[in-house]
């Protein structure tokens, strides 16, 4: 059945607000403009309906289903729709059965909108790749995800993606100002009175969603209409009662995710204090798990800073346990502390790449046997032997320090940690510089 089929009076009455001022062709459409322009790629395949495979991904209420709603106006294909969330295997194979027939006895093409595409598992998104190559169907899906990550690379391989946009405060506004003054199919029918900055408030508590700010506004009208002949006044107490709490766009298992995650990190590397508060609030108030956010600040404390402020690990352990031990709210001002901490620590990644060319090293050079002068010895045959011969106990030392090799004879000069020259680490550099000069004097004196 394709879901775009106009409705009798009563029933589209009925509908929500949203899909009842629904754009039907592209003089109502509003923001797009890179995709929907004058002269633009995708225009042009929609008016000369020589549309291919595609995909549509934006943030929610960015105007992927109004989109395709133009196209089933505009198209001569038949058009269907399918709900990711509510179809399996057997609808699709219903939808291509029907684009065969259409294909074979009326020489039509058949376009199928899939509205939350990603929702598809790898098993569903198999079965178009026959019928999308062959051309029996044509598919438009619509996601919020990044395809890159929620569709196979086969199917992505044959459809062009168009990218929407978070729609602008301008086009937030002028959505909202016509289901105002539609009188057909809006809210033109009520006398509907409004406080000033109303329609920037609603934009506000929607982030960018159109769905979201028009359900706002049909919600505040519903709930103060009462007698048709009486003014509806809507004022910022009623749309802020209404809202109750700000709804940010974020997904914890996609884009978003990383996107907000990455800021955060790359806030507290380039030691911006207000940015990484910032992304760490914008976390926490979108639903990310608090203690996720705690997790990544102590990698963080080892992999920026490391030994350049060695209480810095500290600081983010002790925020962990303050979070799990308190909860939210009271136990988040303690990821804000060790957020502003890390930002504004010197910053040094040499325990980083030490680590890393380690790892390397052993990929590389593979289990180099362990020197006999550091090997233990319990048994008298391991002493008869060699293991452990040689051996000096640095305690025993005048200062505690015995020049001795301890890397694999292979590597022995080999020098995975170089310290940085901020903080702590200039201390450390000293310490290594004195270690070194002791060394090469113990060996020059044993030549």
């Not at 495979?53 to 992927?64: D, H, L, N, T, V």
């Amino acid at each position: 059945m394709n879901l775009f089929q106009q409705n009798n009076s009563k029933e589209s009455d009925a509908k929500p607000l949203a899909d009842r001022i629904r754009p039907r062709k592209f003089s109502e459409f509003v923001g797009q403009e890179q995709l929907l322009g004058e002269g633009s790629l995708l225009r042009k395949l929609i008016q000369e309906d020589k549309l291919c495979s595609m995909i549509f991904w934006g943030p929610p209420g960015s105007g992927k289903t109004t989109l395709a709603m133009v196209i089933t106006n505009l198209t001569q294909a038949d058009f269907v729709s399918l709900s990711a969330v509510t179809s399996g295997i057997k609808e699709i194979k219903s939808v291509i059965e029907q684009a065969k027939l259409n294909r074979s006895g009326y020489n039509r093409n058949t376009i199928l909108f899939i509205d939350e595409v990603h929702r598809f598992n790898k098993i569903q998104q198999d079965v178009f790749l026959p019928f999308v190559e062959d051309g029996t169907i044509i598919i438009i899906g619509a996601t919020t995800e990044n395809p890159s990550f929620s569709i196979i690379s086969p199917l992505l391989s044959r459809c062009r993606v168009f990218v929407l946009n978070r729609l602008s405060e301008e086009d937030l506004k002028t959505i909202l100002e016509r289901a105002i003054q539609d009188k057909e199919r809006g809210l033109g029918k009520w006398q509907i009175e409004c406080d000033e900055g109303i329609f920037e408030l609603i934009i506000r508590l929607s982030d960018g969603d159109a769905r979201r700010a028009l359900n706002l506004l049909e919600l505040a009208v519903m709930s103060l209409r009462s007698d048709p002949a009486q003014p509806i006044h809507i004022t910022h107490d009623i749309i802020k009662e209404l809202s109750q709490r700000q709804q940010l766009t974020y997904d914890k298992t996609g884009e978003e995710h990383y996107n907000l995650i990455s800021a955060f990190h790359k806030s507290l590397r380039g030691s911006d204090p207000d940015a990484s508060l910032y992304w760490l609030g914008r976390m926490l108030e979108s639903g990310e798990e608090p203690l996720y956010v705690a997790r990544r600040m102590i990698r963080f404390a080892s992999e920026d800073i490391g030994n350049a402020d060695p209480q810095a690990l500290v600081v983010a352990m002790a925020a962990k346990e303050a979070y799990e031990s308190l909860g939210s709210p009271e136990g988040e001002l303690a990821l804000a502390q060790a957020a502003l901490y890390l930002a504004t620590a010197p910053k040094s990644n040499s325990i980083y790449r030490a680590f890393n060319e380690v790892q390397s090293e052993i990929q590389r050079s593979g289990a180099l046997p362990v020197p006999f002068v550091i090997r233990n010895a319990p048994t008298s045959l391991m002493k008869a032997l060699g293991y452990g011969k040689g051996y000096q106990y640095d305690h025993n030392a005048p200062e505690h320090y015995a020049p001795q090799d301890y890397l694999p004879d292979e590597i022995k000069e080999k020098k995975f940690y170089i310290p940085g020259r901020f903080g702590f680490e200039k201390e450390i550099k000293k310490r290594i510089e004195w270690w070194e000069k002791k060394k090469k004097e113990v060996k020059k004196d044993s030549s």
